[in-house]
């Protein structure tokens, strides 16, 4: 008996090595045949954009800084001689980042792919997905990428040069005085000098330690049967995971050397703000003490750092609340703001993982993405039965080429949409956002990452605001007007939706603070990666669901005029 088991066990262990070898081997024929193709097309579409678009961007932004009155003129003129020195960091960095992106992609998701396909439970759907997955897919995905990377070149960035012109000057201007120009100059160039070799050689000299200690915690969870090792579905993943580890520290290493191109230039900046050249001086010192101390941090190393650390801020520099990202929700239903976070450096964490199972119960971005688009276009239908908005009104939308253009479709539908969102919230008593489906998107199992903390706290405190006002159903359809039609007031007397115009002068002015808060989000959210692209197709088949709405309609119309007739 004793004989049989281990025999079965050691065909299960041959099982498990011939697969994985045969599933590394197909991935990288995959990637071989498919990966110069999907490269190709990532690089020479994201290039493209980068050279097509770059005239159009020096024009912008110039014409931004030439209006903008935040800054005087001694300020935009050092901004403009600095403008090149920008551009030029910006075409390399763009075109390197988009070679190696392109690269990493075309050549590894088919490989990603093929792992994958070891979560069917059926042994033939395994074989088919091992085969079929990252081939046609691998391709499409760098045409999806290359188009999400123009909406961000062509939409997002003009739109954020737009609100930068057309936003309230501050009382304060920033300005600048000639004395501080060669300051800010000679300590931006010593920032590069410092920061650039030390964080590379930091990055270097630590990477043996990054290798092995995640070789180490993976092979651990391997053996204990942890983290990603607890299902045997996700077994060959893992296992990938380990063989590509030594590219992650490599890439790393790349990208430390990036980050400390802009923390080298952010010296500059703190000369500017602390009108000081010796805390530009003191800033390169302690930004290498911090990197130091965060590597080891998260490397488990020896706490500190052998670099001094002195204090280069003379005062704090205030964060606006919708930057607080620390924010938990703490007895009573108050927020409470830990301190700032070390800044990112880039470095993969080697802490202990979770398994596939505890990860499930975490709500995914693009869960989020996908239950706010379905929530426009049920939305959008409805007031499509309803005539409130027209196919008119999306055709404008979709051959809109500012943001001032379709904006009722643009801005009007999401914040619609988004209102009903957070009432429903608060009419269940939801600790967070209730979305489709009844997902609850809480502090707990929320997205985390920084894109998300920037979106995700500002709306709860939205939420609560909101929620204490208690508006009335008047005063909620009142809301929905506003945010649907904005200054369209014709468009608002013609919609009789039983609608009360506040009285109160202070009621008024609390609902209008929501609605300009509630705009302003989902401007911004209009500005994040893959949103356009989403809404392009929530808006497409907005449009082909009036078309077969009207050709329904239409034969029933004659059908009862023939009957009349008669």
Known sequence: MDLSQTGSAGLKALYVVFAFCSALFLGFLKGILVGPVSALIMIIGNVGIILGLFPAHVAWTIYTLIKIDRFDVPLK???????????????????????????????FTPWVSTFEAFRHGNELKKFKHCVMDGTWGTVKGSCTVVRDFADICYH???????????????????TLRLIHVPACILVGVLGLMVEIPLYTA??????????????????HDLISREGPFLEVACIPIAGLTILMWPIVVI???????????????YAAVVVYQERSFKRGV????????????????????????????????????????????????????????????????????VANSRSVREAIHEVKMVQ?????????????????????????????????????????????????????????????NSAGLLLLDDVEVTYLNRPHDKLMDWFFNPIMVLKEQVKVIKL?????????????????????????????????ALRAAQIEGISRRMIGMMRGVSKFPTYRRRFHQVVKNLITYSIQKESTVAPSSIKSTSIEDV
């Open 77 to 107: 003129v050092a901004i403009l001689f600095g403008l090149p020195a920008l551009f030029g960091i910006w075409l390399g960095l763009s075109i390197a980042g988009s070679v190696l992106v392109g690269l990493g992609y075309g050549f």
């Open 156 to 174: 997002s960035y003009p739109l954020y040069l737009k609100e930068l012109r057309e936003s309230p000057a501050s009382e304060e201007v920033k």
């Open 202 to 219: 930091i990055a270097v000299v630590k990477s043996p330690y990054m290798l092995f200690k995640g070789w180490y915690r993976l092979i």
């Open 251 to 265: 890439g790393s290493i790349l990208l430390t050397v990036v980050s400390s191109i802009f923390v080298g230039l």
């Open 282 to 349: 003191i800033y390169v010192i302690a930004m290498v003490a911090e990197f130091d101390e965060y590597t080891n941090d998260w490397l488990y190393l020896r706490e500190g750092t052998i670099f001094p650390k002195p204090h280069y801020r003379k005062r704090v520099v205030s964060q606006p609340s919708e930057l607080s990202v620390r924010g938990r929700v703490a007895a009573g239903g108050k927020l409470s703001f830990a301190p700032m976070e070390a800044p990112a450096m880039h470095m993969p964490s």
């Open 368 to 428: 989020i993405w996908g239950h706010m688009m379905r929530s426009c276009e049920l939305r959008a239908k409805q007031l499509l039965d309803a005539e409130v908005i027209t196919p008119s009104d999306l055709y404008e939308w979709l051959n809109s080429e500012n943001s001032n253009e379709g904006c009722i479709i643009g801005v009007g539908l999401p914040c619609y949409s988004f209102l009903h969102t957070l009432l429903c919230s608060i009419r269940s």
């Open 472 to 504: 009335e159903e008047g005063e909620v359809r009142f809301l929905e007007k506003v945010l649907l039609f904005r200054s369209n007031t014709q468009r608002m007397e013609a919609w009789d939706n039983g609608s009360l115009i506040p009285q109160d």
